[in-house]
């Protein structure tokens, strides 16, 4: 996996349009915390240090709960080959996109002990240095059908306890595009004949893994 470069910020630029702008990155890139939508290193980055307080605090933390999130195909277990390091994603690219999401928008916080050994706590927090909470989330995602007809539909999903269980699908839709090399968007209604296997397989991948929450979640009646 390629490491992503961040959008480079004009030279010149005013105050009042830089905050505008990191505002706006900042909102951005928590909407994509809440909906697993992690197209960039920073998007990926960013998930880590909201589900894992330990990666705020933790430059090899970060690293290595990277890997094993988003790198299953090359870390196995515990050990990585050598020559796989010169794919991986490196320390010091993950530590500037944690940089960026903790020092420029505020977001995902460490703990004031190391955020006072790496030099970012300011002088007001020192007296009343507090933890960032956490962003929890929920996402939720619609579609409607029958627009041009008399009667509309609306189907949703809902995940209400964080974001593992969307990370997990959009990790395995994107597994499956790639195995199938299916370069487009998911659209029933554009579905073509030899496409309906890959559909299926979709299809496949929603329903075994809400089976599987349903399971996890069922009280035991011992």
Same mark, same amino acid.
């Given at each position: 996996?390629?490491?992503?470069?961040?959008?480079?910020?004009?030279?010149?630029?005013?105050?009042?349009?830089?905050?505008?702008?990191?505002?706006?990155?900042?909102?951005?890139? %928590?909407? +994509?915390?809440?909906?697993?939508?992690?197209?960039?290193?920073?998007?990926?980055?960013?998930?880590?240090?909201?589900?894992?307080?330990?990666?705020?605090?933790?430059?090899?933390?970060?690293?290595? +709960?990277?890997?094993?999130?988003?790198?299953?195909?090359?870390?196995?277990?515990?050990? #990585?080959?050598?020559?796989?390091?010169?794919?991986?994603?490196?320390?010091?690219?993950?530590?500037?996109? +944690?940089?960026r999401i903790q020092n420029e928008y505020r977001l995902f916080q460490a703990d004031p002990v190391i955020r006072e050994r790496r030099?970012?706590?300011?002088?007001?927090?020192?007296? +009343?240095? #507090?933890?960032?909470?956490?962003?929890?989330?929920?996402? #939720?995602?619609?579609?409607?059908?029958?627009?041009?007809?008399?009667?509309?539909? #609306?189907?949703?999903?809902?995940?209400?306890?964080?974001?593992?269980?969307? %990370?997990? %699908? =959009?990790?395995?839709?994107?597994? %499956?595009?790639?195995?199938?090399?299916?370069?487009?968007? =998911?659209? =029933?209604?554009?579905?073509?004949?030899?496409?309906?296997?890959?559909?299926?397989?979709?299809?496949?991948? =929603?329903?075994?893994?809400?089976?599987?929450?349903?399971?996890?979640?069922?009280?035991?009646?011992?």
């Amino acid at each position: 996996m390629s490491e992503e470069q961040d959008s480079q910020v004009p030279q010149k630029e005013g105050e009042e349009g830089q905050e505008q702008r990191i505002e706006r990155e900042r909102q951005d890139l %928590l909407a +994509r915390v809440a909906s697993s939508e992690l197209m960039t290193m920073g998007h990926r980055v960013a998930w880590l240090m909201n589900h894992h307080p330990d990666t705020r605090n933790s430059d090899i933390a970060l690293q290595i +709960r990277y890997w094993t999130t988003f790198e299953k195909d090359i870390v196995k277990g515990d050990y #990585v080959a050598l020559d796989d390091l010169y794919t991986l994603p490196r320390l010091n690219s993950l530590v500037r996109a +944690r940089a960026r999401i903790q020092n420029e928008y505020r977001l995902f916080q460490a703990d004031p002990v190391i955020r006072e050994r790496r030099g970012t706590l300011e002088e007001g927090e020192r007296e +009343r240095a #507090v933890e960032t909470p956490d962003y929890p989330v929920y996402a #939720v995602f619609l579609d409607e059908s029958g627009k041009t007809s008399n009667n509309l539909i #609306v189907g949703s999903l809902w995940f209400l306890s964080g974001g593992e269980e969307s %990370l997990a %699908l =959009f990790l395995a839709t994107n597994e %499956l595009k790639s195995k199938r090399k299916f370069t487009g968007e =998911f659209h =029933f209604s554009e579905m073509k004949k030899d496409e309906v296997a890959i559909y299926k397989e979709l299809i496949d991948i =929603f329903v075994s893994r809400s089976l599987s929450d349903i399971e996890m979640s069922e009280p035991c009646l011992c």
